[in-house]
Structures are given as C-alpha cells and as structure tokens.
C-alpha cells in the first residue's frame, strides 16, 4: 500500500462550529494526544482553530459528561485517569453488546449487505503489509475498525441496540489510547483473522458462533491490558 495510502474517508458537508472543535478535541484524546497528568491546552486549541474560548469550553463539557475528560472548576482540564480493573469490566459489558449485535447481524444478514462488510476487511487485511509507525497503524485500524463494526450494527436493523453500543466504542479506543502501549497494532493479524471468522458466521447466518467470535474479539482487548505482549 506504500504509494498508495487509503483514504479513510472525507466529507464536503461542513459541520457546526461547535461539532467541529468537539471532534478535534475527543480525535485528540482517542489518538492518545494529551494525558492525564498534564492541563489540555485551551488556549493552544483556540487559537489553532481559529476560535474563541467558549466552543473550545462547550466541547470540553461534552466530553466531561462521555467520561472522557475530567474538569477541575477555575483550574483546567484533563484527560480522565481510569483504574484498569475498571477499564477491563467495562469491557465485560461492551463485549455483550457487541455479541447481541453479531448475534443479529448474523440473523438478519442479506446478500447486498456482505458487500461493504468484506471490503472493509480487506482493507484491515491490507494494513498487515504497510510499512508505517506503530502510532500509525493504530489510527489506521482504528478508523477502520469502527467501520467494520458499524456495517455489522447496521446489518443487525436494531438502531437502538447499536445506538446503545456505539456510544461505548470511543470509551473503548480511549483506554486503548491512554495505556500507551499500541495494542491495536499488537492485535492487529489475531484481530483481522476474527473479523474474517466474523465475516463467515454472519455469511452463513450463524448467529450463535457470531456472537462467540465477537465476544472473544471485544475482550482479546481487555486481555492485553491483563498481560502486555512480549
């Protein structure tokens, strides 16, 4: 793919003011940008995107409410420290929400529907040969992990369900983020090969195994906060 990089995908809808500093800032935070022992930069960002203090403010609030960032009145804010015992519960429930969701994919598949699901895992299957920094690679599988497991919540036809689910997927990529490790990119062969397993169970409309695989999928994540790969 060197010469060739993916687009991962671009809009010519320009969104609100406050949406736009909103998605830099949570961006920032899933990419592992800023860390909990040091202030965000208000400031900084301001004047980076051309903006006064109080969308910067706004955005921050928003993130406070995710879980994401942690504000301190009259002195600053920062990046939320977690416990990882907390971290790899959480991931206990995001598995079974992610399961019920294979589980219905799998149920309610049609053909038409296989079609964007089997691109986007060969593009994660692409990204085993790139030549790139382990930083990289992690925000790459990232955007297209989440897309991978937004076409199984649409192919599942439960908004709700997936409404519910998608709204811990950030949760999910920013512990990845703040344990500095590069776990998506340490995941990154086992984690293809299950979403390839996942292709078939949902194919074949076997919903049980689907569910299996993506439980193990959601907490082979957990499983390397437990033990760091050597």
């Not at 800032?25 to 004047?47: M, V």
């Not at 990232?142 to 908004?159: D, M, T, Y």
């Not at 293809?192 to 299996?212: C, G, I």
Request: glycine share 6%.
């Amino acid at each position: 793919m060197a010469g060739n990089r993916m687009i991962l995908g671009n809009t010519s809808v320009k969104a609100p003011l406050s949406d736009h500093v909103y998605g830099f800032i949570k961006d920032q935070l899933l990419e592992g940008r800023y860390d909990p022992d040091t202030w965000i930069p208000i400031e900084e960002i301001s004047k980076l995107l051309g903006v006064s203090r109080q969308p910067v403010m706004g955005a921050l609030k928003r993130l406070s409410v995710e879980g994401l960032v942690t504000i301190v009145p009259q002195v600053g804010c920062r990046a939320r420290r977690y416990d990882i015992t907390d971290a790899i519960d959480f991931y206990r429930i995001f598995a079974e929400g992610e399961a019920i969701l294979a589980e219905l994919a799998a149920e309610r598949a049609e053909p038409n529907d296989l079609i964007a699901l089997r691109i986007v895992s060969a593009q994660i299957g692409q990204l085993r040969e790139e030549k790139c920094s382990a930083e990289e690679l992690g925000r790459l599988y990232r955007v297209l992990n989440n897309r991978f497991h937004s076409e199984l919540h649409r192919i599942a036809r439960s908004p709700t369900v997936a409404e519910v689910v998608e709204a811990q997927r950030d949760r999910s990529d920013f512990y990845v983020a703040m344990i500095k490790r590069p776990i998506f990119g340490e995941r990154l062969r086992i984690a293809h090969d299950e979403h390839e397993e996942l292709f078939d169970a949902v194919s074949r409309h076997e919903p049980k195994r689907a569910a299996q695989i993506m439980r193990q999928h959601v907490l082979g994540i957990a499983d390397r906060f437990r033990f760091p790969a050597s």
